[in-house]
């Protein structure tokens, strides 16, 4: 019974937050938006949305302040950090032949506000609860959660059929899935949902900067380079959640048994 329960939950939460992203969208073409007003509409009622939900009807619990020190916190997120200075490199050079696509100030805010509404959807919702569904007992079941949560932030991408083709998609999607497994790895180890809405704003923050919010399909780079960087997020997502990082993580998120 409970199994089935937490089952439907996950479905409740698709299905009220693919009605929220719909209809906002509509709500927002209607009105004659921008892309970036329509951006920022639907991300800040969906955020609004989903807190609400969560006090009044999910109920999990979604964790900010980390558990380890700092130091261990850095070790955890290695490669992210990597990653950020990577990218900064990367805007740092851009920008020196060229303007940003669009504003500093409202790339932040736009960066700051889809890191956290996805972050809190994906790791702090849809991750618990998938938690629930399968779970602390084993690695096997702690996997099978992330998994299942990373697939989904994955599949989000499909929207992006309608203005490219297949094969892109395919690679944005599997890119997403990495990603999402690497995030949720930073989160269930840390504790805190501060570090995947860091890594994810910043990853968001350069690629708009450099890039705009055009619809248009944009360059994903060679599957073979995304088939590498696919394995590294995966790799290394297993060696954080190894099985005798286990009795952290079930001590971590003790409370979604609750």
Request: with cysteine.
């Amino acid at each position: 019974m409970r199994l089935q329960r937490q089952g439907i939950q996950i479905l409740e939460l698709v299905v009220l937050v693919l009605g929220i992203m719909f209809g906002v969208v509509f709500l927002g073409r209607s009105l004659g938006w921008s892309p970036t007003g329509r951006l920022l509409l639907q991300d800040g009622v969906l955020l609004v949305a989903l807190l609400a939900l969560n006090r009044w009807w999910f109920h999990v619990p979604v964790y900010l302040r980390p558990t380890p020190p700092l130091r261990d916190q850095l070790k955890i997120n290695t490669l992210p950090i990597i990653w950020m200075v990577l990218l900064a490199v990367a805007l740092v050079g851009s920008l020196t032949v060229g303007q940003p696509a669009l504003g500093v100030g409202l790339t932040l805010v736009i960066s700051l506000l889809v890191g956290c509404c996805e972050e809190y959807l994906f790791r702090g919702l849809i991750l618990g609860l998938c938690l629930r569904l399968f779970h602390l007992t084993t690695l096997r079941r702690i996997w099978a959660a992330v998994a299942l949560s990373s697939l989904l932030f994955g599949a989000t991408h499909l929207v992006n059929l309608t203005h490219q083709g297949l094969e892109p998609t395919l690679v944005q999607i599997l890119n997403a899935f990495a990603l999402g497994v690497l995030f949720a790895a930073s989160y269930l180890r840390t504790r805190s949902l501060v570090w995947p809405i860091l890594i994810h704003f910043f990853n968001d923050f350069v690629a708009i900067l450099i890039g705009g919010l055009s619809e248009e399909a944009r360059p994903v780079g060679s599957v073979i380079a995304v088939g590498a960087m696919v394995v590294l997020y995966c790799g290394v997502a297993l060696y954080l959640l190894r099985r005798q990082q286990l009795p952290k993580v079930q001590a971590n998120f003790a409370a979604l048994e609750n």
